[in-house]
């Protein structure tokens, strides 16, 4: 998606409102949609596959994706036209990393890997009106990250046992199996965009947001997120 004509949308949907009422304090809560790019995911899991390999074993990458959509929900307290500070939950789109070892012995796994990341987030937010109900912002914060990594594994393995005979044998036999674990971390956050603010009762806005550092080397690596959201929001 094109993140600039993205941004454009809040002033083509409000160019022919009238000239708002003037602020007064007031808190919001809001949903807003978002179209992702997860900076250097796939890298950082390309690197990882090879590095898993050695003369014991042969590593492939089977596929990566990253980015795509994601959503969240906010809120915040705008209490002078100027300064306001905002609480968000965020879910980003799920990174997805396929790969295969192949043994000298005949054995193979296919691994497919899924995380699936949380945001919750802190800001300090500044805003400039510039009539109309218009606002341009800018904001600046941190927060925490919380991934789920979920493995599935499939393949043939070599086992060895005795038959009947008492002779030692070998059989390549089918496995599968699931895994998954979690972490957790601290990353920072900025963010800029436009806001239109109807009769001091609903406000829609177009915003650009990076984070960095989410996620850990256990974890296939980190990386930094962009995201262009559009959102809307109620006061109370």
Known sequence: MNRQLFLLV?????LAAPTQADFYSHRYTGVS????????FCEAGNQFVQGLNNPERAATNGGCSQGGSGWKIYGGWR?????????????????????????????HLEIGDKIETQLINAFAVGHWPIGGGFSLFAKAGGGFWASKLSENQSGELLFIFENEEGEIEE?????????????TGFHWGYGAGISYRYRN??????????????GSGDFRGSFDVETASLGWSMHF
Do not use: H, M
Not at 85 to 99: A, C, G, K, P, T
Not at 171 to 183: H, K, N, P, T, Y
Not at 201 to 214: G, K, L, N, P, Q
């Open 201 to 214: 009762s609903w406000t829609i806005r177009a915003e650009w947001e990076s984070f960095s550092d989410v």
């Open 79 to 107: 209490w002078k036209p100027e300064v306001a500070v905002e609480l968000s939950y965020q879910q980003l789109s799920d990174n997805q990393l396929d790969f295969r070892l192949d043994f000298p012995t005949g054995e």
């Open 33 to 40: 949609y978002s179209d992702l790019d997860i900076e250097g």
């Open 10 to 14: 809040v002033p083509a949907l409000a």
């Open 171 to 183: 059989e390549l036999i089918a496995v599968s199996g699931r895994v998954e674990d979690r972490d």
